[in-house]
């Protein structure tokens, strides 16, 4: 895809750095705000002007993998309009982004007015650390971390946008950090959105095995791209007596994991 | 039809996690089929344009399916053999029941097919007075189990083969009750001295089809083991079942298609069998059956033709999504409730007994995506478990609890300034709860999580109000 900035941004911004939208997806807004700022913080070193529209709120992907489009248009379609000046739109999420990606255009797609804006928003919609490598050519992050990381694929970043690389390539770049691959990195964690609550046994198996996994890989911290799946891991690391730390992966290339304690709070923070 | 217990699959589930046989059964599947289909594959530079050459024929075919299965009929009609129209599993019973009286057959010997499973018709010939004896290993196995298969290639995988060898102490009789029966290979000599028996005493060999090939009017099985030859060559009578969908223009497509079938399933290159039937017996042969029927089933297939759920006819039945699936991987293929489980099953189903029947199914998914990755029709599996969603919430099939949810959810979400103020209150409170450890063990309305793990404690303020502090204290 070809870099144009607008022209109201070229003219703000005479250095015509791009105009980053943050799309801070509703799960980190509400449970994680580190990740969006260690996101804003990412993207300005990179170069981007961030700019975090404030009417927004989710992507409408729980309604629309229930099955109810009619809502899930009802969610989506304001932020449509709210990133149409934005030169692109930047998700800590494999999951949203994915969403607007492939699955805006499939929603809007009797929508004869929203098609061409519906396309180009799929256009310019990024995942954060895949925007980070592959549109900013960021080879590397100023970050420290002492110890050891695993990191799970989120299914949604994995398979839909075709994140797998780009995290392990900036990760390799934080001084200090190794990384201990999964047996099975790419394997759900058994989030999947209302899964986990509409068949907990089954959600809770798949979770179980993830957790084991994850603790014979001997790493100190757990480490992925998507706030569901880290919220569920975390969850059950912790109910089976766990300390390990789990972060989302943009709280570590910022160099952000002093600033407050792993997600569910490892009292080592 | 089958019965089907599609209904109950959460129990059907909650049975399969706590049932340490299966969980140590489903524990093979793990590595198994999905290590040898990344060797098979890895040795196959063309392989994901395979995959599209395949799809392609499929897709050609089903938009031109009147035409190319008039042409196999038409064929097997001038080879001397005979094809049967049958809309449904009733039709297909008795049409197999009438060639079997025609015969005045007292033995039916069966290859693999799970057309026959979808048909039940098994029990409706042992109620006819007829013995059905299975010749796959595995569906022997499950015949002497009397159960119904759990996988679509390996119908036995939830078996351990200690219960195989008590299967077989029991069954057959006048052997020493004490002969070893540990290693597979005294069970696997032992199923063939038995089957060597039946397979010369059979009248009439029904198998199911892989493939037909409407230029020559063929059939086409894929075996390991050569049972689905022997049962098609040695009966007086071979009647193939196959559903509609299985028919493909030529030699040369269903040759593209077997390309990519044995290493998506098995990770072999070719199947150790394959089979082509053309017609009885002719003048001359040495061997072949008197005659030869092929039963063309739609049981619900045309039905889907022009809705989004035709792409789910490519399907060739390599199981490479079930054995790629964490929930099939979780719970084995019975939970599912009917005769096809895993992804395919949870599109499938619905379209054959009704979403009403197999809601669950296609719910019981996390849309991880790793069926669409595998398969090698590239069938999108999620976005079809989704219509399938949609049709359920369109018919107000789901829980109500549910519906009321998500619509109460999307009723705050396209409110921001109200939901900025609702999340803002609920990361406060959930952030206290969650004490100074920082996790919620128990959570009203919320068991669904916290049956399973905790809920991990927001960090007290939203995002959106942290960034409109900061952005009001950078312009003060």
Redesign the interface.
């Known amino acids: 895809m070809s870099f144009a900035p607008s022209s109201a941004s070229s003219a703000s911004s005479p250095s015509s750095k791009p105009r980053v939208g943050l799309f801070?997806t509703?799960l980190?807004?509400?449970?994680?705000?580190?990740?969006?700022?260690s996101a804003v913080k990412l993207l300005e070193e990179a170069g981007c002007v961030v700019d975090?529209p404030?009417?927004?709120?989710?992507c409408?992907q729980?309604?629309?993998?229930?099955?109810?489009?009619e809502?899930?248009r009802?969610?989506a379609r304001?932020l449509i309009a709210m990133f149409e000046n934005h030169d692109y739109v930047v998700a800590p999420s494999g999951s949203c982004a994915g969403m607007m990606i492939k699955h805006f255009p499939e929603l809007f797609a009797n929508d004869l007015e929203l098609a061409e804006p519906v396309r180009a928003l799929a256009g310019k919609t990024w995942e954060l650390v895949s925007f980070l490598t592959d549109v900013m050519k960021l080879d590397g992050v100023a970050a420290a971390f002492e110890g050891s990381i695993t990191y799970h694929d989120s299914?949604?970043g994995l398979?839909?946008l075709k994140v797998k690389e780009q995290p392990r390539k900036l990760l390799r770049s934080v001084k200090g950090l190794e990384i201990r691959e999964l047996q099975e990195p790419?394997?759900?964690c058994?989030?999947?959105?209302?899964?986990?609550?509409?068949?907990?046994?089954?959600?809770?198996?798949?979770?179980g095995?993830k957790t084991t996994d994850i603790k014979n890989s001997g790493a100190d911290m757990l480490v992925a791209g998507d706030m569901g799946c880290l919220?569920?891991m975390?969850?059950?690391l912790?109910?089976e007596g766990s300390d390990m730390e789990?972060r989302h992966v943009a709280e570590v290339l910022a160099d952000m994991t002093m600033a407050?304690?792993g997600?569910?709070?490892s009292?080592k923070g | 039809m089958e019965q089907s217990t599609s209904p109950k699959f959460?129990q059907n589930?909650?049975h399969a996690?706590h049932d340490a046989s299966l969980q140590r059964a489903l524990g093979r599947l793990k590595t198994g089929f999905k290590d040898k289909r990344l060797a098979a594959i890895a040795d196959m530079p063309e392989f994901e344009q395979l995959r599209d050459t395949a799809r392609d024929i499929k897709n050609h075919t089903l938009a031109n399916l009147d035409h190319y299965l008039t042409a196999f009929e038409a064929n097997v009609i001038a080879n001397g053999g005979h094809v049967h129209w049958c809309a449904d599993a009733e039709e297909a019973r008795q049409t197999v029941l009438k060639i079997c009286q025609d015969k005045k057959a007292k033995s039916v010997l069966k290859g693999k097919s799970m057309i026959s499973e979808e048909i039940g018709l098994n029990a409706f010939l042992e109620k006819q007075d007829l013995k059905v004896v299975e010749t796959d290993l595995g569906e022997y196995i499950i015949q002497l189990r009397n159960e119904p298969p759990s996988h679509i290639i390996a119908p036995a995988i939830h078996v351990h083969k200690e219960q195989v060898a008590d299967s077989f102490r029991q069954t057959h009789k006048g052997r020493d009750i004490n002969r070893p029966l540990d290693e597979p290979r005294d069970l696997l000599d032992e199923a063939r001295e038995v089957m060597r028996e039946h397979f010369f005493a059979a009248d009439v060999g029904i198998t199911g089809a892989n493939f037909l090939i409407a230029e020559t009017g063929t059939s086409v099985i894929v075996t390991n083991e050569g049972n689905g030859d022997l049962t098609q060559t040695l009966s007086k009578v071979h009647i193939a079942i196959a559903s509609l969908e299985k028919v493909v223009p030529t030699l040369e497509d269903a040759s593209s298609i077997l390309r990519v079938l044995a290493r998506s399933a098995t990770g072999q290159e070719m199947s150790s069998y394959t089979t082509f039937s053309t017609g009885p017996k002719r003048d001359g042969d040495l061997d072949g059956p008197e005659d030869y029927h092929v039963i063309l089933l739609d049981n619900g297939r045309s039905n889907m033709l022009g809705t989004e759920f035709q792409e789910m006819l490519r399907c060739i039945r390599c199981a490479a999504c079930m054995n790629h699936c964490?929930?099939y991987g979780?719970?084995g293929g019975h939970a599912y409730g009917w005769v096809y489980p895993g992804p395919m099953g949870s599109v499938l189903t619905p379209s054959l007994i009704g979403v009403d029947e197999a809601g669950h199914l296609p719910?019981?998914?996390?849309?991880?995506?790793?069926c669409?990755?595998v398969c090698p029709m590239r069938i999108p599996l999620p976005k079809m478990m989704?219509h399938?969603?949609?049709?359920?919430?369109?018919k107000h099939l789901?829980p109500q609890s549910?519906?009321f949810g998500?619509?109460l959810?999307?009723w705050f979400?396209?409110r921001?300034a109200l939901?900025g103020k609702a999340?803002g209150l609920?990361?406060r409170i959930l952030k206290s709860i969650?004490g100074?450890?920082?996790?919620i063990?128990k959570l009203p309305l919320?068991?669904?999580?916290t049956?399973?793990?905790?809920?991990?404690?927001?960090?007290g303020?939203?995002?959106?109000q942290?960034?409109?502090e900061q952005q009001a204290a950078k312009k003060a």
Not at chain 1, 28 to 37: L, S, Y
Not at chain 1, 54 to 58: A, G, H, L, S, Y
Not at chain 2, 451 to 459: N, V
């Open positions: 801070v509703c980190v807004d509400m449970f994680r705000p580190t990740v969006g700022f975090v404030m009417e927004q709120v989710c409408g729980p309604a629309f993998n229930s099955g109810d489009l809502s899930a009802k969610v304001p299914c949604s398979r839909e790419e394997t759900c058994g989030f999947g959105g209302t899964f986990c609550v509409k068949y907990p046994e089954i959600s809770g198996k798949m979770v095995d919220l569920n975390a969850g059950k912790r109910r789990v407050a304690p997600i569910a709070g009292e | 959460k589930a909650h996690l964490p929930v979780a719970v719910n019981a998914s996390t849309f991880c995506g790793k669409e990755e989704r399938w969603r949609e049709r359920e919430f369109e789901g549910m519906r998500i619509r959810w999307a979400a396209s921001p939901y999340t609920a990361a969650g100074r450890k920082q996790k063990g919320a068991s669904g999580w049956d399973i793990r905790d809920l991990p404690a927001p960090q303020k939203t995002f959106k942290l960034w409109a």
